[in-house]
Structure formats: C-alpha cells, structure tokens
C-alpha cells in the first residue's frame, strides 16, 4: 500500500480564518513533506519532517505552522492567510529522510482558495 | 543553474505510439537519484520510475521506461503504447545524497497530449 491520504480534497477560506490540512500515511515513513503547487508550475518544498521533527522550513511565512503529532500524521494549520496562499498543497512521504533513494510517494492534495 | 531542465514545450502523440519526453540534470555529486512524476488534471503526483546513478541497467516499470545517459547527465521518460489516459503534466526530479536531508529537486514540467 503506497497511500497518503490528505483532507479535506477543497478548502475556501477567508483571510482572518483559522483552519488545518491533514495527512497521514501509514506506509512506516519516518519522513513527510509539505508542498504547495501553482498551477502548471512544479511543486515547492515548503517544509520537511524527520523522525517527526522540523528538519527543513524553506522560509515559509508564519502564517503556515506545520506540526508532526506522531510518524503517521502531518498537519498544516493555516491562519490570516493571503489571496496568494491560494494553491494545490501537496503531502509526500518517502522512507528516510536522507539519501538519494527511495521515492517519494504523494497524497492527492487540497486545493486552497483564500477569499 | 537549473538542477533539472525540461524543456519541451507541449508534447503530442497518437494513441498507441511511443513518445519520449527529455530531462536534463545537473550535479556533482556522485551518487544521486532521478524520478519521474505524472500529474493528471485532478491534481495527484504518482510516481512512475526511479533510476539510481550507479544502476547498471535502464530503469522499466511496464510500459514506461527510463533512458539514463549518465556522461550526458540525461534521464530521458519513454512511455510505448500511449493511452488516453497517460495525457498529464510530467515532471522529472532529482534527488542528491548532500546533506541530512537531500530535496527532491523537480523541473517545469512538460504536458503531455494523447490523441486519440
């Protein structure tokens, strides 16, 4: 089984709302990822968990804050986003974090629309 | 410099013909691995192929194929016997063994149309 799951599949939201992107996977991965897609460009990293700790924050505003509550799950919580916050976030998990092997395998994304 | 560089623009094949869409990569490290992605209109990346630097062999899965030309850092997607179903966004990745945590680097991108 090579799943990841995400919820919800479309979320609208205003600018001063509160809510949270889940992921879980239950392939035994000790790494997730969060991505967020424009349309037809390539996926950007946003942030990466090993071992269900931070490793990796490419930057991203504050406004996004991931969290890892145990090697399953992965939420992103999303608070007074930004019109130009709307986009496809894609989850991946892969095996280990480290190295060049083993692929990384995606959920089917929540495409997000900020009002 | 581009890690990753597909520059095909759109790309149309007939239904049940072959098409090859081309990667590029760049790196200096030694050991590294490439990764094709289909992503249709609904939106998910599947995974389609790994090629590893130091495989011997060309990497298949079905009907999709990956020419690795290692001296040419290229890493080119051959998909036979096109299906409707194959018409997608395809992106081409990297991933280098530097540091505790090697990202997955992908290209642009190049959109793939089945005619039937």
């Known amino acids: 089984d090579t799943e990841v799951t995400q919820t919800p599949k479309h979320l609208v939201m205003g600018m001063t709302n509160k809510k949270s992107l889940k992921c879980e996977q239950h392939m035994g991965h000790r790494a997730m990822y969060w991505y967020k897609q424009k349309a037809k460009k390539p996926p950007e990293l946003m942030f990466v968990?090993?071992?269900?700790?931070?490793?990796i924050n490419e930057s991203v505003p504050s406004r996004f804050s991931p969290e890892c509550p145990n090697s399953s799950l992965l939420n992103l919580h999303l608070h007074a986003l930004q019109p130009e916050d709307s986009a496809l976030y894609l989850c991946?998990?892969?095996?280990?974090?480290?190295?060049?092997?083993?692929?990384?395998?995606f959920g089917p994304g929540t495409r997000l629309t900020v009002t | 410099a581009q890690k990753i560089t597909q520059t095909q623009p759109g790309m149309f094949v007939q239904e049940k013909e072959a098409v090859t869409l081309d990667c590029t990569y760049d790196t200096s490290d030694p050991s590294y691995g490439l990764f094709w992605y289909k992503q249709p209109s609904s939106g998910e990346m599947i995974f389609l192929i790994y090629?590893?630097?130091?495989?011997?062999q060309n990497a298949t899965e079905g009907r999709y194929s990956l020419n690795f030309q290692k001296a040419r850092k290229s890493a080119n997607l051959v998909i036979s016997a096109s299906q409707l179903g194959d018409s997608a966004m395809y992106f081409c990745?990297?991933?280098?063994?530097?540091?505790?945590?090697?990202?997955?680097?992908f290209g642009k991108g190049i959109t793939l149309s089945v005619r039937p």
């Open positions: 990745a990297m991933r280098e063994k530097t540091g505790a945590n090697s990202k997955l680097t």
């Open positions: 991946a998990s892969s095996q280990t974090p480290t190295g060049p092997l083993g692929e990384q395998y």
């Open positions: 968990y090993s071992y269900e700790k931070l490793s």
């Open positions: 090629q590893g630097s130091y495989d011997q």
